[in-house]
């Protein structure tokens, strides 16, 4: 079992399978250049599921594959099927923009993904050219399709940004009841490569806008999950994430890795432990030494907070560590 300093079990294991990104969101890597390539360094997947197979023999229950977007690996279900054959117990989740999602949906079924979170952050085909830089609507509502239909649960997380999609807040609330997926608003993190000037909305913003049309009232705050759950008068759940509230950061469960085998013991802070040479040299006790190390790293919480001071913006890259 692996314990932090706080006392918190650290179950949960995010995986960024590449840097890569098809799109280029305002809020994570809008100045990166389009054929931006810096892959070489990439820890062979199947060298990262030999890694993942020691975590889970430490304790870890549940494995997310992020990015980049990790739908450009071609080789994702092999990573995914090598880990639910070694431990089909363990949930395998995945955070995608969908834009490929059509394609790869029943590849991943197959192969043991379980859950997928999809970025939908408009509804409306030009905004998500304003946002992601890629016409890609259509793309995104096939891929959100696709995946219902080959049986992955789903969930949905939209970033409200003021003035480029905050008066979506509703409509896309409606079009996840609609479908009967999961909803997940998550506050704007500060970053140094977001576009400047970015202002997201708080929880208590996001809340005002559903009161006005619809009644709800609070469940719970996620048992070891960044959300507060909220249910409608017709039993319809959403969440809120909200890493500037004081309690974000009480039951953190989760570590993440990179695609270059470093390991990130908060999505704040830059402190990380290199796993790369132990990961490449297949030592068994290396790399329970490195992620050892990375628990008994983790802070207590992060910075973001209502009253952040310049010097404070995370400099964390998204795309790097998965959100």
Avoid at 243 to 258: A, G, L, S, V, Y
Wanted: hydrophobic residues 35%; contains cysteine.
């Amino acid at each position: 079992m692996l314990i932090d300093t706080f006392g918190r079990t650290i179950d949960y294991i995010r995986v960024s399978v590449t840097k890569q990104c098809n799109f280029r969101c305002q809020y994570c890597m809008p100045d990166t250049p389009m054929d931006f390539y810096e892959d070489e360094n990439h820890i062979p997947l199947e060298a990262m599921a030999t890694f993942l197979k020691i975590a889970i023999d430490e304790g870890i229950k549940k494995i997310r594959i992020t990015g980049g977007e990790p739908l450009l690996r071609k080789d994702l279900s092999t990573l995914i099927s090598s880990i639910h054959k070694y431990a089909p117990e363990v949930e395998i989740a995945l955070t995608s923009n969908a834009f490929l999602l059509k394609k790869y949906a029943l590849s991943l079924k197959q192969a043991g993904l379980e859950r997928i979170n999809i970025s939908l952050d408009s509804l409306k085909p030009d905004r998500i050219i304003k946002i992601s830089k890629k016409d890609a609507l259509k793309s995104i509502l096939e891929g959100i399709d696709e995946a219902q239909k080959v049986g992955l649960k789903i969930k949905l997380n939209m970033v409200p940004i003021k003035g480029i999609n905050d008066d979506e807040i509703i409509e896309i609330l409606e079009f996840a009841r609609s479908k009967n997926i999961t909803l997940r608003y998550i506050e704007y993190m500060e970053n140094t490569h977001a576009k400047n000037g970015l202002k997201g909305l708080k929880e208590v913003e996001i809340l005002d806008i559903v009161k006005r049309k619809y009644p709800l009232k609070l469940i719970e705050k996620e048992n070891f999950g960044p959300a507060k759950i909220y249910v409608l008068q017709d039993n319809y759940v959403f969440g809120i994430i909200a890493p500037h509230n004081d309690d974000f950061c009480k039951t953190c469960n989760r570590i993440r890795i990179t695609s270059e085998g470093t390991i990130c013991p908060c999505l704040y802070y830059q402190e990380s432990v290199d796993a790369k040479p132990a990961i490449l040299s297949r030592s068994t006790k290396q790399m329970k030494d490195a992620l050892l190390e990375s628990v008994q790293n983790k802070p207590e919480k992060n910075l973001w907070n209502e009253e952040m001071k310049t010097d404070e913006i995370s400099a964390r890259a998204f795309y790097y560590t998965g959100g």
